[in-house]
């Protein structure tokens, strides 16, 4: 007898109540209906509040659906076998005062595991998450990728049948995400299904099958392939030629019939809403997964030009004159080096990005040049102020997004406006005009009274976003702003983010997407806690060219480092 | 000049949001104090009522009988228990059943046949020691009492003294309780709004946030003040207004007097938990810091124990105590109605205190961040 598929969904619906009283409940599932064979990888994409964690939760059992029948590993989910079921919520639910010795002896146990009754599990888990040796170090002091490891460890110990992973990739560099991937499939035993959810569709091309959610309701569900159909004879590519690449992206993005357009490599790629070539000389390109999302959550709407960007004043500040410079910055934690010696400037209007592993320095370096943390050595100076001398005309300057939200969960929307308004020294009828601005630029109204806690995360990182910009700063800091948000709220930013440094504002950014990466003027890549390479994205690009043929900068980005890490072991 | 106003209007309203759109916070700031107010006020009273006492009686004769009918009719006695024997009655005491044993010996009335005078034993449980010298101290009055009445030929041999008790003509303890209880309340609930302040953020995360703003430490300072201030300020005010209205104990202070006090003392008392606050990665840290710095502010301040009665280096660290002066004042004008001239000395060293407190609170940001 066949095995019964691990999961069957039949017209799941799903409420909760709205967010105010009286409000209408939210609608989180809509008969949603599928089935998953065993031994297959589910991948689960969509936008924010699409209904994904709400749909992981109802299969691990841990909400109930308001109507239609919910089938784990051939059994009703009422009667759940927790023990074959590996739930990973998003970000983890590690403990972060406890060890990783501690969190995954915990989880053993927890499962029904004695860990020193089943010594080969536990030495099998830390061989394939790499973390034999970090067993005494509290997993909040992991580094992102290894702490998404360990959370995943938890999850499985139990060799379950089904693995349930709620963005395990999120905010993961290219490398470890790689790993993760790996790391998910040597997990799974034989005969194992995987459901993972993600916002990055390059993870989801690697999946077997797809499932495509907004709105509560399955937009797609079938192989990846399928998913990149939806775009074919509508996605178009041309050479780059001369032009400066994100100003060709731009451009195209705020065209009528340019669903998304994007960078790769020598050539621009876009989506158009009608199989019409953008122009004569523009080619029919392979489409992937990525177009075919665009092209299923299209609404038609054209981007506007950025409101957010037309408020910044044109400056035209000489371009010599670098409006962030990095002159040998170090830090040091007693005996760990955690930036050593990184020199680089950006010059007014210029887009200037840093990649790097999760933990390789990139975010300390970000933390000395916003004055949040003083370097063991060197200097940093903001639109022509030192650092270390004039702290506070530097921040004045500088507009800050950090990686993990930092606003305020309890207060409003407006209120928090209100406050990063008044610490910029906006007042009266200028911090209302800004805060108008903004919110009307970033789509935010219909959230103005609610709780900034209780924001989708898209929405979230748009308030971010909106807060950094308030005063119109000639220098613009952003880490990892688009960290776990969906590729149209990524293209959204971006246009942001191209049109204000087109006004003359210097924009620093951190990112592990590949393809934001294109978007950027002069790349860095800081690799354990040093810049190995410097430059223009295709220079890096070149950098990499004599180990395999033409490489995308993912491949560039992942050769250089594994030579650096080969360098270092040699 | 007027960057700074409006960076620290922002923080103080951003503040006064946090501290207000928490329903708990809200209902602890509020409800509890007047709950406590209630409670305390009338819980803590050095007066001892309702005293149960064990006797063996050996005597049989009039002194014992006229002895004990003085002290059942004391307003404090409530039981008198008796013992057959000093045994049971040591037991009796070992259970708390009493708080005190009285020994009359076979030869009392002997005694006071013949005119000679007569001795009794007090057994009092030092476990309990303050309510056991207060028994003692009623007894020797019921003792002197009851001689009296039974030969008046030999009461008051000398000049008695004969005491008033100014500002509390009837030794009332309520009115030095409630008086007392606004300093404490108001500490209590000062320093748990700002122990949270920094730590609040720094346990959210929304620390670095602040620190990428233009804002110098002092305005982030300044404008942290402003919720703990103002719930000190009101709660403060809300006893002054409410004590009078609901005991017996008067308000023959100014007003005008008191609410620069109450201001003073919330302000040191802001600035000691803002201090805390810097120090603490989180909430939980800060609390614990709190209960640290609450318990020595409040044995020093002389609610409890008479600062007379401390070592006299422990006065002068009294003397720092901003409780020991807020008490001052508020015994002074609720009870005395003391002009400006002598509670200005009183305020001075409490704005000492919270000048030095936020100073301190302001170098070790500075420290922290570097």
Redesign the interface.
């Given at each position: 007898m066949a095995e019964a598929p691990h999961l069957r969904f039949e017209g799941v619906t799903k409420r909760f109540k709205g967010p105010r009283r009286r409000s209408p409940p939210v609608l989180a599932l809509d008969g949603v209906s599928f089935t998953l064979p065993p031994g297959r990888t589910l991948g689960l994409v969509g936008p924010d509040a699409a209904g994904k964690t709400t749909l992981m939760r109802i299969m691990a059992g841990l909400v109930e659906p308001d109507e239609g029948t919910v089938e784990v590993l051939g059994d009703p989910v009422a009667q759940i076998d927790r023990s074959q079921v590996g739930y990973m919520p998003q970000g983890g639910g590690l403990y972060a005062e406890l060890s990783v010795r501690q969190n995954l002896e915990l989880y053993a146990r927890l499962r029904g595991i004695e860990p020193e009754e089943s010594p080969e599990r536990i030495a099998q888990l830390y061989r394939l998450t790499g973390l034999a040796g970090f067993e005494n170090r509290p997993s909040g002091q992991l580094s992102g990728g290894m702490r998404q490891k360990l959370a995943m460890a938890c999850a499985v110990v139990a060799a379950p049948r089904l693995m349930l992973l709620d963005e395990p990739s999120v905010g993961v560099d290219p490398v470890s995400r790689r790993e993760i991937w790996q790391l998910a499939q040597e997990l799974a035993g034989a005969g194992s299904s995987i459901v993972w959810t993600t916002s990055i569709l390059d993870d989801a091309e690697r999946c077997d099958e797809l499932l495509l959610l907004h709105e509560g309701k399955v937009h797609y569900a079938g192989p990846p392939g399928g998913l990149a159909q939806r775009a074919a004879g509508r996605t178009y590519s041309r050479a780059l030629g001369t032009a400066r690449p994100r100003d060709a992206v731009q451009a195209l993005l705020e065209q009528p019939e340019i669903v998304t357009a994007g960078i790769a490599g020598d050539r621009v790629h876009a989506v158009t809403r009608a199989a019409v070539p953008p122009g004569p000389d523009w080619q029919v390109a392979k489409p992937d997964a990525d177009d075919g999302f665009a092209v299923s959550l299209d609404t038609g709407v054209v981007l506007p030009p950025s409101a957010l960007a037309a408020a910044f004043p044109v400056r035209s500040a000489d371009p010599a004159v670098p409006a962030i410079a990095a002159i040998g910055l170090s830090r040091r934690y007693g005996s760990f080096t955690a930036v050593q010696d990184i020199s680089f400037s950006v010059s007014p209007g210029e887009i200037f990005g840093l990649l790097g592993p999760n933990g390789a320095g990139k975010s300390t370096t970000f933390?000395m040049l916003?004055?949040?943390l003083?370097p063991s050595g060197g200097r940093g100076t903001v639109a022509g102020r030192d650092l270390t001398v004039a702290r506070?005309?530097a921040?004045?300057a500088?507009g800050?997004m950090?990686q993990?939200f930092?606003?305020?969960?309890?207060?409003t929307v407006a209120?928090n406006l209100?406050?990063?308004?008044?610490?910029?020294?906006?007042?009266g009828s200028r911090a209302a005009e800004a805060i108008e601005r903004v919110v009307g630029a970033l789509g935010l109204e219909g959230y103005f009274a609610s709780a900034a806690g209780a924001l989708p995360l898209g929405t979230r990182q748009r308030l971010a976003l909106g807060a950094a910009v308030l005063h119109t700063p000639p220098v613009l800091?952003l880490d990892e702003p688009t960290s776990g948000v969906d590729p149209l709220i990524r293209r959204e930013f971006w246009h942001h983010i191209n049109a204000i440094a087109a006004r003359g504002t210097a924009v620093l950014v951190t990112t592990h997407f590949m393809n934001e990466a294109e978007n950027c003027d002069r790349l860095m890549l800081i690799n354990q806690s040093e810049a190995i390479a410097q430059g223009t994205p295709a220079e890096l690009r070149r950098l990499a060219r004599g180990m395999a043929g033409e490489p995308t900068l993912e491949e560039a980005f992942i050769t250089l480092i594994r030579s650096q890490r080969e360098e270092a072991a040699a | 000049m007027?960057?700074a106003w409006?960076?620290i209007?922002?923080?103080a309203?951003?503040e006064l949001?946090?501290v207000l759109?928490?329903r708990r916070v809200l209902t602890t700031l509020v409800a509890s104090p007047i709950i406590q107010l209630i409670l305390f006020g009338f819980a803590t009273t050095l007066e001892v009522r309702n005293i149960d006492i064990g006797v063996v009686n050996r005597d049989i004769g009039v002194a014992s009988e006229q002895f004990l009918a003085a002290m059942a009719g004391n307003r404090n006695m409530r039981e008198i228990r008796f013992y057959p024997s000093e045994a049971a009655l040591r037991d009796a005491i070992e259970e708390r059943e009493v708080i005190a044993g009285l020994l009359i010996p076979p030869d009392l009335s002997a005694h006071y046949a013949r005119r000679e005078t007569a001795e009794m034993g007090l057994l009092l449980d030092g476990r309990r020691i303050n309510a056991a010298q207060i028994v003692a101290g009623y007894m020797a009055d019921i003792a002197h009492e009851a001689g009296g009445r039974m030969r008046p030929e030999l009461a008051h041999p000398e000049p008695e003294v004969v005491a008033r008790h100014w500002y509390n003509p009837n030794l009332e303890y309520r009115w030095f309780t409630l008086p007392g209880m606004i300093t404490l309340i108001t500490t209590v609930i000062v320093l748990s709004v700002s122990v949270q302040a920094i730590a609040r953020e720094r346990e959210?995360?929304?620390y670095?946030?602040l620190?990428?703003?233009?804002?110098?430490h002092w305005e982030i300072l300044a404008g942290k003040c402003v919720p703990a201030f103002c719930v000190g300020l009101f709660n403060g005010m809300l006893y002054v207004v409410m004590i009078p209205l609901v005991s017996d104990v008067p308000f023959n202070g100014s007003l005008l007097l008191m609410l620069p006090a109450i201001a003073a003392f919330s302000l040191a008392i802001t600035g000691i938990g803002l201090a805390i606050s810097t120090v603490s990665q989180n909430q939980q840290q800060a609390f614990l810091g709190g209960f640290l710095v609450i318990v020595p502010l409040m044995l020093l301040s002389g609610y409890a124990s008479p600062v007379d009665g401390m070592p006299g280096w422990l006065q002068v660290v009294a003397g720092i105590d901003p409780l020991s002066h807020m008490l001052t004042i508020s015994h002074a004008l609720f009870l005395k109605g003391l002009p400006a001239s002598a509670i200005l000395p009183q305020i001075a060293p409490i704005m000492a205190v919270a000048l030095a407190a936020l100073a301190l609170a302001l170098g070790l940001m500075r420290l922290r961040?570097?």
């Open positions: 933390r916003c004055g949040l003083a506070a005309q921040r004045e500088l800050y950090p993990k930092s606003l305020y969960g309890d207060l209120a209100k406050f990063v308004a008044g610490a910029y020294g906006l007042s800091f | 007027r960057g409006t960076r209007i922002a923080m309203l951003k949001k946090v759109l928490d959210f995360g929304t670095d946030e620190m990428a703003l233009p804002m110098r961040h570097d």
